[in-house]
Each structure stands twice: as C-alpha cells, then as structure tokens.
Nanobody, 120 residues
C-alpha cells in the first residue's frame, strides 16, 4: 500500500506564509514526479506546481515568484513554501506523486488534502 500524507495547512492573513509538507510511505521503490494541486470552492482542481525526480519544475503563472517546491534528499517528501499569500490562494491543497512500487507497478497516488485559508 502506498499513501501520501499532507500537513501544514491552516489559516493565515494576506501577505503571510505557510509551508506544506507531503510525505510518501509504503511499498515504494522510487518516486518520479511529485506535484501540488489545489481546489477552491466551486472551481476545478488545478496544478500549482510539479517537480520531476531530476529537479525540473513547472509553476502555475498565478504562483510564480511566491511559491517554491522542494524535495528532501531521499525524494520521498515534497514541500511547498508559500509566501505573499493572497485570498485567492484559499483552497484545499493536494499532493500527488507518480511512484514505482516494489512489485514494479507505476501508480499515481493522491493525498487527502490540506486546507489553506487566506483571509483578514
């Protein structure tokens, strides 16, 4: 079994910062791409940022210069540093990853999400 667990969400005032974490665990041989998505009320889920195993990143225009994705050395945990937060960043943030299991399967795994609320 493979799972992703997000943490670090919360309530913050505009201009503030939050750091989200997403830890992968289970029968994993390797993790390829990891990404953060978000879904605001009444809107479709959208990609925030993705990163490949060799460090290439792709940011949504709306977060460029404010958000930074990083991975730990083992590659099993991904972080999202969010600065200069705006009310429009309010959403449930989901982590996902493309993993290779010990059985050789390629899976796309999603976390359950963590709420981020930006409001004064």
């Amino acid at each position: 079994q493979v799972q992703l667990v997000e943490s670090g969400g919360g309530f913050v005032q505009p201009g503030g910062s939050l750091r989200l974490s997403c830890a992968a665990s289970g029968s994993i041989i390797s993790i390829n791409d990891m990404a953060w998505h978000r879904q605001a009320p009444g809107k479709e889920r959208e990609l925030v940022v993705s990163t490949t195993s060799d460090g290439r990143t792709n940011y949504a225009d709306s977060v460029k210069g404010r958000f930074t994705i990083s991975r730990d050395n083992a590659g099993n945990t991904v972080y999202l540093q969010m600065n200069s937060l705006k009310p429009e960043d309010t959403a449930v943030y989901y982590c996902n990853a493309v993993v290779i299991t010990v059985w050789g399967s390629r899976l796309i795994v999603w976390g359950r999400g963590t709420q981020v609320t930006v409001s004064s």
